[in-house]
């Protein structure tokens, strides 16, 4: 009877951890880190105007972005800031193996929006990187000549599921 029992509740267990992170991620898509005003957050990469930007996520992510030119055209009163660090800390975090991407505005901020243009960031002298985790701090190192970041070079995503953690 014992046994029965066990095995009764180890299945409600099992079918309830199953159930709980079907409701949480019911796509199964990877979440990824990110930092926004200096904390880390969570995300997925779900969709990319560019098919080279599309394929970088699909290997990083393990999982596929899919193809969408006309995110493209999103106008810019609909997107928000994502920094993508191209050199810099190597931490293997970000699609080029630096540190992990830099938000402007995640989910559950005023004016959130899924929709990013995406801003590569190079640093100019590789050697004085540090971990940039808001997007103030790569705006005052973009200021200061550390490191170019202009708008939209790495084509227009859309995330999902971007959450504080």
Not at 9 to 22: D, E, R
Not at 29 to 37: H, R
Not at 131 to 153: F, N
Request: net charge positive; glycine share 8%; with cysteine.
């Amino acid at each position: 009877m014992k046994t029965w029992v066990s095995l009764a509740i180890l299945v409600a267990v099992f079918v309830t951890g199953y159930a709980a992170g079907y409701f949480l991620n019911p796509a199964a898509i990877p979440p990824v880190k990110a930092y926004t005003e200096g904390k880390v957050i969570r995300f997925a990469h779900t969709e990319a105007s560019d098919p080279q930007v599309a394929a970088l996520l699909t290997e990083m992510m393990k999982s596929p972005v899919l193809v969408v030119p006309s995110l493209a055209q999103a106008p810019e009163s609909l997107l928000t800031t994502v920094y993508v660090f191209k050199n810099g800390v190597k931490r293997g975090e970000g699609p080029f193996k630096t540190q992990a991407d830099v938000f402007d505005r995640p989910a559950g901020t005023d004016h959130y929006s899924p929709l990013r243009s995406v801003h590569l960031v190079t640093w100019k002298n590789e050697r004085a990187a540090r971990l940039l985790k808001s997007a103030a701090e790569v705006k005052e190192a973009e200021a200061r000549g550390e490191i170019t970041a202009p708008p939209g070079s790495g084509g227009h995503w859309r995330s999902s599921r971007g959450c504080r953690r």
